[in-house]
Every structure is written in C-alpha cells, then in structure tokens.
C-alpha cells in the first residue's frame, strides 16, 4: 500500500512540476548563446499569415518589437498598440506583434484565432507574426538575440510577461526596453518613439 501511495505521490510531483515549468513558474533557462548574426535585419519571420517576411523590410525605420496574448490582464495594450501605430506609421514607424504562449498559457489560439480576434476586436492593422516563444529552452532565435547580453548589451534579460517592448532605432540598433505595465502610450514610450524618429 505504501509503495502505490509512493508512486502516485511521485507521479504528482512530476505532473505539477512539469505544468510549473510549462507555464512559467520554474526558472527555464534560455539559451546561452545568441545566434550568428549581426543584425536584426538578418532574420526572416513567419508573418501569421504564414508568409516570410524578412526584418531587412523594416531596414532605415524605427521598430517596436512586442511579445503578445490574447487572454492577459495586459492584452488591452493592443488598442494603445494600434493608437500609437496609427499616429507614427507615415513617419518611419513600425510595430511588430509576436503572439507568445510563454505566460500561463494566456496565448492558446492558431495563428488564425489570433489573427480573428486582434482585427475583430482591437482593429490592429500592424504587422502580427506566427506565434513564437519568447523564453525557455524553445526560445525563438530573434528573441535569443534581444534578450542576449551578447548580441544585446544594455537591454539583455529574460521576458517577463506578455507585452515587453523593444524600440529598436532606424540603425537596428535597440534604443529602449520597456516592461509589460509600461503602456504604448506612456510619455516615457512616445518621447523615445519621437526622439528616434526625429
């Protein structure tokens, strides 16, 4: 009786330790080296449309990079998102949406529910890409590459949550990091946003 109890006990430990990890409670380390590129204009994305689409596209203008969800307390940032696009997208600016599942599954859709849900509800019209992970052993190499002391001094670091921000400079540079409760709209964003573009 002890040994089924023990087993089972087990059996539990490795169920909810392993959902721990898949969800973001266990430390899952990313990897230690960033891919062999120079520049951010080297990778080519799957756009969520299933399309590749190179970064070179975005080459000469300032980009924010921003890890989304569907289902999290942040996803109404999506509107404040779509407002600052629709203010600087005929001035050199461009948002790049990745939908990420990293954070308590708060990402669970298709590409195609994704795709339904921010132009049916938030009417985003900014570039939205397949989704990718941002953290852990799968991590996507872009995001290897911006979080990477390496490849990323000064803005390195593990994702934290859904919605962090990365403003990269006309350069490919990265001019700013911004975390997830700091809004699209908040002065501290558009002032870097202004300044870059100026």
């Given at each position: 009786m002890l040994k089924?109890?023990?087993?089972i006990i087990v059996i539990l430990v490795f169920a909810i330790a392993g959902l721990a990890y898949k969800y973001g409670f266990i430390f899952n380390p990313s990897p230690t080296?960033?891919?062999?590129?120079?520049?951010?204009?080297e990778f080519k994305?799957?756009?969520?449309?299933?399309?590749?689409?190179?970064l070179e596209n975005y080459k000469g203008k300032v980009v924010m990079i921003v890890n989304t969800a569907s289902k999290c307390g942040y996803t109404p940032q999506y509107e404040q998102l779509?407002?600052?696009?629709?203010?600087?997208?005929?001035k050199d600016f461009v948002i790049l949406g990745f939908p990420a599942n990293n954070f308590l599954g708060q990402e669970p859709g298709t590409d195609t529910e994704?795709?339904?849900?921010?132009?049916?509800?938030?009417?985003?019209?900014f570039p939205m890409?397949?989704?990718?992970?941002?953290?852990?052993?799968?991590q996507h190499p872009l995001y290897t590459y911006l979080t990477n002391e390496k490849s990323n001094p000064g803005f390195s670091g593990?994702?934290?949550?859904?919605?962090?921000?990365?403003?990269?400079?006309?350069?490919g540079k990265?001019?700013?990091?911004f975390a997830t409760k700091i809004k699209p709209d908040d002065p501290s964003v558009i002032e870097a946003i202004e300044k870059a573009l100026k």
């Open positions: 089924i109890i023990g087993g080296e960033p891919p062999k590129v120079s520049s951010l204009y994305m799957k756009n969520i449309d299933g399309s590749e689409v190179s779509q407002a600052v696009y629709d203010k600087y997208k005929d994704i795709k339904e849900f921010c132009t049916l509800k938030y009417k985003v019209t890409f397949s989704k990718i992970s941002v953290k852990g052993a799968d593990d994702i934290g949550w859904n919605f962090e921000k990365f403003l990269i400079g006309k350069d990265t001019l700013a990091r």
